[in-house]
């Protein structure tokens, strides 16, 4: 069962296809791994799937749902939730406050809730406060819940925004390089936590990744782009050993980085 199916998906900017006819899947519980050079329309992927970018073509489905068309918002609540290539985080909010943003950016209370802070606004919001803690909790950032993120190092502010997008409850968790920037020991951690994240709570992951590392070590399944459109698709060891992609995405000289 596919949890997160994009079907022939296009879109061109001022006469530039910059996603052509391009399909892929995420099954449940599966990790995948989405590559290529820059420019390569990875990230464009990604904001069609969100709902950042309208389609000119194709649809996007999860749990069989047609989803693509709807407000990013209502996107994110069917399930769908992301993190960014260049971090965004509110810096007036503390951390704690950052998550519990993510975890409620439009409430559905009552006029009344508007003008009189209601006891069912305050159970909802103890009830956020708590989760958002237990966010932060999984992602190595307990005891941060004051702090200001600009003052976070580097490598806990992604985590931050990894655990903002947790606090969505996603069915399937889209990574925008979330290792760049990254020393290589960080890089290993945030491999480790992404793993236990997926075993334990059984979420799909689908992740952009330019650290080959993270993709050869958590992906299951691999697909390649190239000026916008899909080059290959495979296994790691498939990707690994498939000349198309070597030379498309390092050069012909350069065959290492992908092992």
């Known amino acids: 069962m596919s949890h997160l199916q994009a079907k022939n998906l296009s879109i061109a900017f001022g006469g530039v296809q910059a996603i052509d006819d391009v399909s892929f899947s995420v099954g449940d519980r599966q990790i995948v791994g989405i590559i290529g050079p820059n420019g390569a329309g990875k990230t464009t992927a990604f904001n069609l799937l969100t709902g950042v970018y309208a389609l000119d073509q194709g649809e996007v489905?999860?749990?069989?749902?047609?989803?693509?068309?709807?407000?990013?918002?209502?996107?994110?609540?069917?399930?769908?939730?992301?993190?960014?290539?260049?971090?965004?985080?509110?810096?007036?909010?503390?951390?704690?406050?950052?998550?519990?943003?993510?975890?409620?950016?439009?409430?559905?209370?009552?006029?009344?809730?508007v003008f009189f802070y209601s006891g069912r606004k305050r159970k909802r919001?103890?009830?956020?406060?708590?989760?958002?803690?237990?966010?932060?909790?999984?992602?190595?950032?307990?005891?941060?819940?004051?702090?200001?993120?600009?003052?976070?190092p580097y490598g806990q502010q992604r985590k931050l925004e990894l655990a903002r997008a947790l606090a969505c409850k996603p069915k399937v968790l889209l990574l925008d390089e979330p290792a760049a920037g990254l020393n290589p020991s960080e890089v290993r951690d945030f491999i480790r936590l992404i793993q236990k994240l997926h075993d334990q709570f059984s979420l799909s992951?689908?992740?952009?990744?330019?650290?080959?590392?993270?993709?050869?070590?958590?992906?299951?399944?691999?697909?390649?782009?190239?000026?916008?459109?899909?080059?290959?698709?495979?296994?790691?060891?498939?990707?690994?050993?498939?000349?198309?992609?070597?030379?498309a995405y390092i050069g012909e000289e350069d065959e290492a980085c992908l092992l």
């Open 125 to 152: 919001e103890a009830e956020i406060r708590e989760m958002s803690r237990q966010c932060l909790e999984l992602v190595g950032l307990a005891g941060f819940e004051q702090e200001k993120p600009e003052n976070l």
């Open 205 to 247: 992951v689908l992740v952009i990744e330019h650290r080959m590392e993270v993709i050869m070590t958590l992906c299951s399944n691999i697909y390649v782009l190239n000026f916008g459109k899909l080059l290959a698709q495979g296994t790691p060891p498939e990707i690994q050993n498939n000349r198309e992609v070597t030379e």
């Open 61 to 113: 489905l999860l749990d069989d749902e047609v989803i693509s068309g709807l407000p990013q918002y209502q996107i994110t609540r069917k399930g769908l939730a992301r993190t960014f290539q260049n971090i965004r985080l509110f810096k007036g909010l503390n951390v704690l406050e950052n998550v519990m943003t993510a975890a409620d950016p439009y409430s559905s209370y009552g006029l009344a809730d």
